[in-house]
């Protein structure tokens, strides 16, 4: 199944067309989860508010997270298989896909930050994106019908000789 909705500022979600993007909301109240910046190696830590959508594809249930404000204006599409793509982003630079412990998979930096297209970035040391349960095998039915065969008539036909040598009416005299 695919998914699309349209995030504007951090809590208004409009355009929903499927069940696998799931706003959440924090513990602990407000609008926003404070997360950790994703994008930083640094020593100290810093937090980052997030609109985080809860995600449900290939049997796994993931998190999106968008660091988000109040002038946020995004459209997201999910194709069901864990990849995503980001549309009219205005306010918002960055986004990442955790696990459901919130452990790094990977991050999105988007066109206002790249200068260009979707940048898609796999950390080092970052948990695999689930590939979901392996398709079942299913063994070929062996048919037991039998094709009848028919018989078809050939019919012969006729032919036509044509003549090489042109018609006396078909050459013109030059006088």
């Known amino acids: 199944m695919a998914d699309s909705l349209i995030l504007t500022g951090v809590k208004n979600v409009s355009k929903h067309t499927g069940k696998e993007l799931l706003l959440t909301r924090p513990k602990r109240g407000g609008d926003t989860h404070k997360i950790k910046e994703w994008w930083h190696a640094t020593n100290g830590v810093q937090y980052v508010d997030c609109t985080i959508f809860q995600v449900t594809a290939n049997g796994e249930i993931l998190k999106l997270a968008v660091a988000s404000g109040n002038g946020t204006y995004v459209r997201i599409d999910h194709d069901g298989k864990l990849n995503f793509a980001f549309y009219g982003a205005k306010g918002v630079t960055r986004a990442a ?15 206002t930050m790249s200068g260009g297209k979707v940048m898609t970035v796999k950390p080092q040391g970052a948990s695999d994106k689930p590939k979901g349960p392996e398709p079942k095998k299913v063994a070929p039915v062996k048919s037991t019908k039998t094709t009848p065969i028919v018989n078809t008539k050939t019919v012969a036909v006729p ?5 090489k040598k042109p018609l006396k009416k078909d050459i013109k005299s030059e006088d």
């Open 97 to 111: 896909l955790f696990t459901r412990d919130l452990e790094l998979i990977e991050h999105y930096v988007l066109p």
């Open 159 to 163: 032919t036509v000789k044509l003549s």
